[in-house]
């Protein structure tokens, strides 16, 4: 976990670590084996260089020595000088203009930020990876004590020698970028016009976020800052208002509701007929809308995000996301789910409990012989008709089993119901049940009380 923000200031050094969703590399390294990825490194004026493996070996090598984080044993760390691999990548130390000025003027506001192929980033000024400059030789290395880096540290790993602040040692790297830390980051337009040797910007990034349950605290800071910087954050309609004090004035473009669940994309209109036929012809169109929008914004170095409440993965309308948007490669951030939430609220935990099923309301599990059920039931209740649920889980629970629904959970009007299962069914016709709610049956819940 990299939540915190971490910035330090060092006479004559910039050094700030800190982390967030980042923009892995666009060629995505992470799916490649390691021999075969590239690094992207960007320099000054927008230009990106892709480094092979074999470029990388091309370059001048250099071995230091230092300690291997967390052991005691020592390393012959191998790899190449990271002020060399810039100025192999046409980062201009020297000014022909100036040529007994040591730091040239393009460079004096400028850092080095170094990314990991899961979002994390180092930040470096010029001058402390600079042995001229009177920084250390900070080397950006691919073996270690003649063997190549072990997966959790390849492709790359930058050693700064003689630092024990190994949060700043980043492994996995893929992307280094020179940044100017006084004017706005170089636009997609200026790289593509410098970037004779890739003749393309820099790609952008594909998100899928989760935001939390509700609670804007309870959103994770990767997730925050991610929305904050992206060009483009799509959801579904209900979620606008929740997402526009997160994201940038006009980031957020509301999806089309065919695209919510994903049921009918990507499938042929001739397997249906009547208005399915004719729903699925517009879902396909709806996607392939999107997609075209996508490939423009990620082609032009944007970033974009799809917006989703809870955790992304867990029953999720965009769920299809990292499928059917394969070629994009997309990110997927955690978020807190309701679940979770819940679980705080209802202040329960789940350890010595033999099993808990968490139901769209389709599907009660496995019962026994005997048609029992034993496992906890956590149901999303989306599509749920509760009385008619309520009838099928008393004939597969006892009916003093504990249950509670947990209504708007993070949010002001969070409320519990708890009760009985042989019971409940009355308790919950009282009352007026909100659009979000949890349904919990079973033991986990601990003894039943009544209802409240
Ligand atoms: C489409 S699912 C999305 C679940 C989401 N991905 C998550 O991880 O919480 C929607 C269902 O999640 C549950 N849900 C989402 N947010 C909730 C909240 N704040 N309070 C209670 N239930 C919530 C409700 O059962 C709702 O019908």
Redesign the pocket.
């Known amino acids: 976990m990299y939540h915190s923000i971490w910035l330090m200031t060092i006479p004559l050094l910039l050094c700030a670590v800190w982390a967030h969703a980042g923009e892995p590399a666009s060629t995505s390294p992470a799916a490649q084996p390691p021999c075969m990825r590239v690094l992207l490194v960007r320099n000054e004026s927008g230009r990106t260089t892709t480094i092979t493996p074999a470029e990388f070996a091309k370059l001048p090598q250099a071995t230091v020595r230092d300690k291997i984080p967390h052991t005691d044993q020592d390393g012959a760390y191998e790899g190449v000088l990271l002020h060399e691999l810039l100025r192999a990548a046409g980062v201009a130390f020297a000014d022909p203009a100036a040529p007994d000025k040591k730091l040239p003027a393009s460079l004096r506001t400028a850092y080095v930020l170094v990314e990991a192929s899961d979002g994390y980033q180092v930040v470096f000024s010029i001058p402390e990876i600079h042995p001229d400059l009177g920084g250390r030789e900070v080397l950006l290395v691919n073996r270690v004590n003649g063997v190549p880096l072990d997966a959790k540290l390849a492709p790359y790993q930058v050693i700064v020698p003689g630092s024990d602040l190994h949060a700043r040692w980043i492994r996995q790297v893929t992307r280094i970028m020179v940044q100017p830390a006084t004017a706005a980051p170089v636009s997609p337009q200026d790289a593509a016009a410098t970037a004779p040797q890739t003749g393309r910007p820099s790609e952008g990034q594909v998100f899928l976020v ?1 935001t939390g ?2 609670d804007p605290e309870l959103m994770s800071v990767k997730a925050a800052q991610l929305l904050k910087r992206a060009d483009i954050v799509f959801c579904y309609s209900w979620m606008k208002d929740e997402v526009a004090p997160f994201v940038r004035p006009g980031a957020v473009e509301v999806a089309s509701p065919l695209l919510m669940g994903g049921q009918y994309c990507g499938q042929n209109p001739d397997d249906f007929q009547g208005e399915l036929q004719e729903r699925v012809r517009q879902t396909n169109e709806a996607l392939d809308q999107l997609k075209t929008r996508i490939r423009a914004a990620v082609a032009d170095g944007k970033t974009v995000a799809f917006a ?10 965009w769920g299809w996301v990292p499928d059917l948007l394969a070629e994009f490669r997309p990110v997927v951030i955690p ?1 807190m ?3 979770n ?2 679980n705080a609220v209802l202040q329960r935990g789940l350890a010595g409990q033999r099993s808990l099923i968490l139901s769209s309301g389709s599907d009660l599990g496995r019962p026994d012989p005997q048609g029992r059920l034993s496992s906890t039931l956590v ?4 599509r749920v008709e509760i009385q008619k649920l309520m009838g099928q889980l008393r004939d597969r629970y006892p009916a003093d089993t504990p249950v509670a629904i ?6 002001p009007s ?1 409320r519990i119901l708890r009760g009985q299962l042989g019971t409940f069914a009355d308790v919950v016709a009282k009352e007026q049940l909100p ?4 349904l919990y049956v079973g033991d986990a819940l601990g003894v039943a009380t009544a209802a409240k």
């Open positions: 989760g349950p509700g989703d409440n809870g955790d992304p993965t867990i029953f999720s309308p978020g789910s309701s679940f939430a819940a149901f999303f209740t989306q947990v209504c708007d959970v993070s949010y969070e659009l979000l709610y949890l």
